[in-house]
């Protein structure tokens, strides 16, 4: 039996929470694709639940026991009849492991297969397949097994350093080292969170660029040999490493260079053989205008609004297409990007009070609506904001016509946003997006600690 649009699934398993859960329920009523969504004891009446064809309770709040049971997820998959599973992002997107669970079970994996999730998913790896697809590196190691050869390295290197986690993303598991006495007790530091945040220890190094920007690229990849950019974003607004504006396409690299990063990510796409939605992402030197690979994330990222918005690509229905054995519905020369796209990610977070998470009930919710304007979420008036989980609470997407017309609208947005209850990032937001350094695209990875936070 085929779905809409020639997609073969009947039915499918969502594996997420959130607005990402949200999205890709949407994504399957768009296809004509019955959804299953999981829920936590803590999601019971989340917007996903409401408006999947059906949800089934997975276990208890906390992820340990329901979203990262890969054995119940699984059975609820088969239980429900399901024939494919998203995994969304987080939890267990981008492992190889519950990617290939699912194909013995019988159960599509909407994501790349168990070999390039491997391939990428270590950071070391992914490197060396990078360098042998022609792709410039960061100067680093290979895994790190003392602090002495951490600090011989270093000095090869040259200080600043960064140390990285083998498994990592998101920040976590890494410390820049300005100095040889600080190696020891960072490596320390960073092999602690590491362990604790992926189950493995491993670090490796790479010089630390002092004036870096983030710079991504969007790819696509199915089973026919097909594999498409679809531009690129700019997200180096982050406070920790973590992103809290994205934009798309970045205001400050030339055509010369964008061609050149999006020819390289495609180029590492093809090296692995990627099947699925994938974003090959680089660290941009602001001061010899050079761009290094970093890393692969293997999964649909939080920031993809901004690419569907100034490409009119529906990636998440592309991630279903592809999985299901059909080619990607457009090619290269049919990706135009028009435009200019801002995202701001608004978190139940106190800024106030070093973004400590702010859970609890919205008592309004009331999201901005105008030309231009879409919001990603999960919440309503009435909904309590969980404190187990990651504290997004909706993504504000604004296209414009230009990069100034798309922070005014922004901006214009965030004030008729209307949010009581819990507290959160929108007043913190409007602060970055009216500083003339952000306006005058001035911003590198470590600008909001430096301007706003006070940290060097």
């Not at 209850?421 to 602060?431: A, C, E, L």
Request: charged letters at 25%.
């Amino acid at each position: 039996m085929a779905a809409g649009n020639g997609v073969v699934f009947r039915r499918v398993f969502v594996a997420n929470r959130g607005e990402i859960a949200v999205r890709i329920v949407r994504a399957c009523a768009k296809l004509g694709i019955e959804s299953v969504v999981a829920v936590s004891e803590a999601d019971r009446d989340s917007l996903a639940a409401r408006l999947a064809t059906r949800a089934v309770c997975i276990g208890p709040a906390r992820s340990t026991s329901s979203y990262l049971r890969p054995e119940i997820l699984i059975s609820a998959a088969k239980g429900t009849g399901c024939d494919a599973l998203h995994p969304g992002y987080g939890f267990l997107a981008e492992s190889a492991a519950f990617s290939r669970m699912c194909g013995e079970a019988g159960v599509v994996f909407i994501g790349p297969s168990p070999t390039a999730i491997e391939a990428m998913g270590d950071k070391i790896t992914a490197v060396q397949l990078a360098a042998q697809a022609g792709l410039p590196c960061v100067p680093g190691t290979q895994r790190l097994e003392s602090a002495a050869e951490a600090r011989r390295a270093a000095r090869e290197i040259g200080y600043p350093v960064l140390l990285k986690a083998s498994a990592g993303g998101g920040g976590r598991g890494m410390r820049i080292v300005r100095t040889e006495a600080e190696t020891e007790s960072a490596m320390n530091a960073a092999t602690a969170e590491a362990h604790a945040a992926f189950g493995d220890p491993a670090l490796y190094m790479e010089k630390f660029v002092e004036r870096a920007r983030h710079i991504e690229i969007q790819v696509l990849g199915d089973r026919h040999g097909h594999v498409v950019h679809l531009g690129d974003r700019e997200c180096s607004t982050q406070r920790r490493h973590q992103k809290l504006i994205e934009e798309a396409p970045s205001p400050v690299i030339d055509r010369k260079l964008r061609a050149d990063l999006c020819e390289a990510a495609v180029s590492l796409a093809r090296r692995v053989n990627y099947e699925g939605a994938g974003t090959v992402e680089f660290v941009f030197d602001d001061d010899n205008r050079r761009f290094y690979f970093i890393e692969m994330n293997t999964r649909i990222q939080v920031e993809h609004p901004v690419t569907e918005m100034v490409t009119g690509r529906d990636l998440v229905s592309e991630q279903i297409r592809i999985a299901a054995d059909l080619p990607i519905s457009f090619e290269q020369d049919d990706v135009c990007v028009e435009g200019h796209a801002i995202e701001c990610r608004i978190n139940a977070e106190d800024p106030a009070r070093n973004f400590m998470p702010s859970p609890g009930r919205l008592l309004a919710w009331a999201p901005p609506q105008g030309a231009g304007l879409r919001v990603d979420t999960h919440c309503y008036a009435g909904y309590v904001v969980p404190p187990f989980y990651d504290s997004l609470l909706a993504k504000v997407i604004m296209h414009a016509p230009n990069r100034a017309d798309a922070i005014a609208g922004m901006l214009q947005a965030l004030d008729r946003f209307a949010v009581d209850g819990v507290k959160t990032t929108i007043d913190f937001h409007k602060r970055v997006l009216a500083h003339e350094d952000f306006r005058r695209a001035r911003v590198t990875s470590r600008w909001v600690e430096e301007e706003f936070l006070g940290r060097a």
